[in-house]
DNA sequence: GTGAAAGCGCTAACAT
DNA sequence: ATGTTAGCGCTTTCAC
């Protein structure tokens, strides 16, 4: 079934029944209602090569997902605290949009290149980028397309410095610097000096951020960095296993302990547990993401929380208006970000 | 860029382009070189529209997942134990096989016509249906489509009754029945006779099987059913949490439990502690899919390992297949499952 | 308000 | 081995 036949059917041009499909005013109410039952009667799609061919858009998003993980790992992708439940907000809020979402996992940075490849074939409108870390290959991407973009968690001074001079760029960030100085407030306030820190990578926006912030607001509180507490987690357990268990047979442990992200929390919290190290009663620990199993754990986790939901849908919206030719250059959204307390972390009782 | 520019840089025809693109058999190393050395110099990609109106295939399959929650859950897609690991292995292997993937979310029966919409509109070459409950709206989809589908967990005897007479399914089912059967026969051999059973949806096949499954294993081991130890979850937590809650109060409990997935067993896990007993040694719980968290909770999750690697590997083979002519009708794949062993369940005390 | 015709970028059948 | 040409199904000028 093709328009023409549809046209035929309902006794117009194919012209008519591009008009009707496409919501046209001049058309009257008479000739879309014949249009239309026809359309329906067959229930008739029109094929989206076709338009796209004869200009329109594709209505389709492309959603990169740069892993953590090599592909070896059964968790590479979905397993991340982080992909899930934003993957769930893109494909909802996109949907709803009338956007089609194509979605490709990144391992190595060489695989940038099929970010430009879905946009040169004119796959998608649009795409969305995350996880991604700074490096030279996405860089290429960024100051070389035109496409609209939504980059979530990127410094966007590095992104202005950068970009296509036609660029549509928006970039998404969460407040992670008012997360972490809330965490260390809270944690001083009920007696906590002796604070430590898993860091991220910080090759990426947020790994640098939440670590440059904790030594920003320890400074503030006047209170001492100690390099041992200061643990390397790259964002995955395994590392942060690790890293936990040197520092536990050290013989020296802070009083409370802060994770760049609830999989690391999560990681030290079993680590903890294994050395008969008991949370919150001998360290009280507070993670950052909210991701779904934080709340299941037990002791349930401290953690703060991003509004995935918030920034996908900010991320739709910005690429639909950029899309549009509704709006261009350089957005930049930052989303708040809520601490939510749980049973992980209590009173320094020394 | 378009290929004609291509041609004309080249000092060839559009057509030697087109055949250089597609790897036809019938050009000169010489010719081909120099054509490449075009497309690569301009980075060239060939707009995939004109392509698949010219009559080529869209390399792209489509990934429709049924949520199990409604659209307001925060958990209701990716937080399924089941989706987030096979979305990731369809991503995965569909890639390395060169498609795209394209991912729809269905909440309700109604959106099933979604699924007849983007193969209409040409913008998929095959379908993966996962987590669909039978109804007549999928039931329709299935005998009116003939393009390329993979069906994961439904009953093959249905489909072969309602598919499309020139229709391209393959169904791919893990071996519930075995999973079931081999938790019964451990348990026993453990001392267990008082078996109780969470079950899934029965209107999802493997909810139907599991549960089937349970009642034949224990019939053969010649043990009681009781009614009271037979709880009913729907696959999610909410539920669950409340039945087994109900089960506790009135103050009977068997001696171990088998529950149709991992959420539900660990949404029982949860309920036990907080009712003070405790796991393994009060009651031991055993669960279904050896989702990711399993191995992370404490207790550790005895489950049953669903290979959803496999199954994607399978379905994105058999819908590559299909879509090549190579293969058609009904195909049928059954996929093994194992116990994994671990530390929520133990020997009756009694 | 509606139709005729050109054209989007590619592939493939046909011709050479 | 390579070029010429028609055509894929739609949108969009341009006429009327």
Redesign the pocket.
Known sequence: ???????RLA?????????V??N?P???Q???DKVMKVIKKYN????V???V????GTDTLGLFLFSIYDKKNPLRVYGNSYFGPFLDAVVDTGNYKGFYILIHTIYTPQECRYIYQTFSQRRIDGGIIIGTESNPEIETVISNTNYPLAIIDYDPDEIKKIMHKDGKIVVINSLDRKGISKCIDELVSLGHKEIGFIEGRKTTYSGYVRKDEFIKSMNRHGLELKNEYILKGDFVRDKTEKEVAKMINKGRLPTAIIASNDEMALAAMDTFRAHNISIPEDISIIGFDDSPVASLVEPSLTTVRIPFYTMAQKAVQALSEMIKGKAEGLLHYQVDVELIWRKSCTKNKI
């Not at 061919?53 to 329109?56: H, I, N, R, S, T």
């Open positions: 079934m093709k328009s023409e036949e549809i046209a006794g117009v041009s194919r012209s008519t029944v591009s008009r499909i496409n046209y001049n058309v009257p008479a000739t879309r008739f799609e029109p094929n090569s076709a338009r061919l004869a200009g329109k």
